[in-house]
Nanobody, 119 residues
């Protein structure tokens, strides 16, 4: 059974930090590129960060570049999103996404974790 389980969301003040985690199971983690998306109320889901396997150069949305860091641990089947210098506009539900390197169109999603940046 394929699962992506996010954790680490919560309420944080502007300028603060959070670390999101995504635990993967049920598929060959090392053969998937991993991504973090987010969706704010009334907005479309947007790609925040992505990292290929086995841990190539990450890519970031311009809005988070220099503040967010994506990383992965293939042995633990985990992907992380370190979020620093958080702003109110970072408030959203954050989703973990796995995309197969070898099978076009095969992708999995987590259930999401809420991040709220507010004073």
């Amino acid at each position: 059974q394929v699962q992506l389980v996010e954790s680490g969301g919560g309420l944080v003040q502007p300028g603060g930090s959070l670390r999101l985690s995504c635990a993967a199971s049920g598929f060959t983690f090392s053969t998937y590129g991993m991504r973090w998306y987010r969706q704010a109320p009334g907005k479309e889901r947007e790609l925040v960060a992505r990292i290929t396997s086995p841990g190539g150069s990450p890519n970031y949305a311009d809005s988070v570049k220099g503040r967010f860091t994506i990383s992965r641990d293939n042995e633990k089947k985990m992907v992380y999103l370190q979020m620093d210098s958080l702003k109110s506009e970072d408030t959203a539900v954050y989703y973990c996404n796995a995309v197969s390197i070898f099978v076009p169109g095969r992708a999995y999603w987590g259930q999401g974790t809420q991040v709220t940046v507010s004073s």
